[in-house]
Structures are given as structure tokens and as C-alpha cells.
């Protein structure tokens, strides 16, 4: 059950954060890849600023969607 609560976590914070960066999602696989990642990249950056964001499932989709638009906007950058 952990591993399709994880995707599930990624498709929401893929999509999230392709609506807030890029005004649309990226697709079920494409969100799913940018929440799980953003995911990771959330759980490496923040602890080491001193945020907590907090347990739970409404907390794992926020940090998610932090580190999916921390992804994001670095691709963008990357772009152009």
C-alpha cells in the first residue's frame, strides 16, 4: 500500500506545482515523476534550512510540492 500512496502523492504535488510554476499539469506519468522527485529533492533541502512542514499526508503533499516547484523553476532556468 506504501508504494501507491507515494505515486498518489506524486501525481497530486506534480500537478499542483505544474499549475502554480507552468499554468498546467504535465500528464499522469510526467506528474507523478515531477512530485516524486520534487518530493526527494524537498526532503534533502528543507531539514538542512530548518523547516518542517509538518507529518502526515497533507504534509508529504506540501513538502512534494515545495520540492516540485524548487525542480521546476531550475528547468525553466535550465531552458532558456
Known sequence: MGVIAWLLVGAIAGWL?????KGGGFGLIGNILVGV???LIAG???PR???YIGGGLLG???NAV???CILLFI???VKK
Open 17 to 21: 506545482a505544474g499549475l502554480i510554476m
Open 37 to 39: 522527485v520534487g518530493a
Open 44 to 46: 534533502a533541502i528543507l
Open 49 to 51: 534550512l530548518g523547516l
Open 60 to 62: 508529504d503533499i506540501l
Open 66 to 68: 515545495i520540492g516540485a
Open 75 to 77: 528547468i525553466g532556468l
